[in-house]
């Protein structure tokens, strides 16, 4: 069955640091998402991407976030100066795109990367 | 006010038992509805999705009330492995963001 991977499970960095967090999405779908989850607290969209570009971004995808598709394959997500407020999982997702205007496109979702910001 | 509101729980029920969970959503132009569980310090996971007619998928049923913004989970003959938050998932019209609520935590015990 195919899947979101996501590299590296685990990341630690010094705040002001840059990160970069990679997913590969699942091959034939077009939609991709990054949601984080602070421990404890529910899921939060971040963003969503379609044809090279932001489709929709949250209040908390700010100026120090952003994401990119350097390739055929992977969706990352850069923090370009990590707060001590980042520390969180962040999970990829995809789906397929729907040009019919239906509703039920489904995420599925990556196991995650776990950002610890010290 | 928030937008998906479930009962945290936890539900401590034995195995084989039926349990079910409850959801409701304050945006009336909600859309899509899914229920998704997620295990500790995992990714969500779908467990399906929430039609307007109601279905089911083996043990599990969904049901949608748009007119009470309501939704719910029933698991019957419940295993050791159901054990798991169970999140209450909305996206809304024209959205692809979903919105999740904080989740229903189950235990299932032997």
């Known amino acids: 069955e195919p899947e979101v991977t996501q590299t590296p499970s685990h990341q630690v960095t010094q705040m002001g640091q840059e990160v970069i967090l990679r997913c590969v999405p699942i091959s034939n779908h077009l939609y991709f998402y990054w949601y984080r989850q602070i421990l404890g607290q529910k899921v939060e969209f971040l963003v969503s991407f379609y044809n090279n570009e932001i489709s929709e971004k949250s209040e908390i995808f700010d100026d120090q976030f952003s994401v990119e598709r350097p390739d055929g394959s992977n969706f990352t997500l850069k923090i370009r100066s990590t707060k001590l407020e980042d520390s969180a999982m962040y999970f990829c997702?995809?789906?397929?795109?729907?040009?019919?205007?239906?509703?039920?496109?489904?995420?599925?979702f990556g196991p995650g990367t776990r950002l610890t910001v010290l | 006010r928030k937008e998906v509101e479930q009962d945290p729980g936890p539900f401590n029920v034995p195995e084989g038992a039926t349990v079910a969970f409850n959801c409701t959503y304050s945006n009336s132009a909600s859309q899509s509805f899914f229920w998704y569980r997620q295990d500790c310090r995992k990714e969500p996971k779908l467990l399906m999705s929430v039609y307007s007619s109601g279905n089911e998928d083996g043990r599990f049923t969904a049901q949608l009330n748009r007119a009470s913004q309501y939704i719910s989970l029933l698991i019957r003959d419940s295993k050791l492995s159901d054990s798991a938050t169970y999140l209450c998932v909305v996206k809304d019209t024209g959205r692809r963001a979903l919105t999740f609520g904080s989740g229903t935590r189950l235990q299932v015990q032997p």
């Open positions: 997702a995809s789906s397929e795109a729907d040009h019919s205007g239906g509703s039920y496109n489904e995420q599925f």
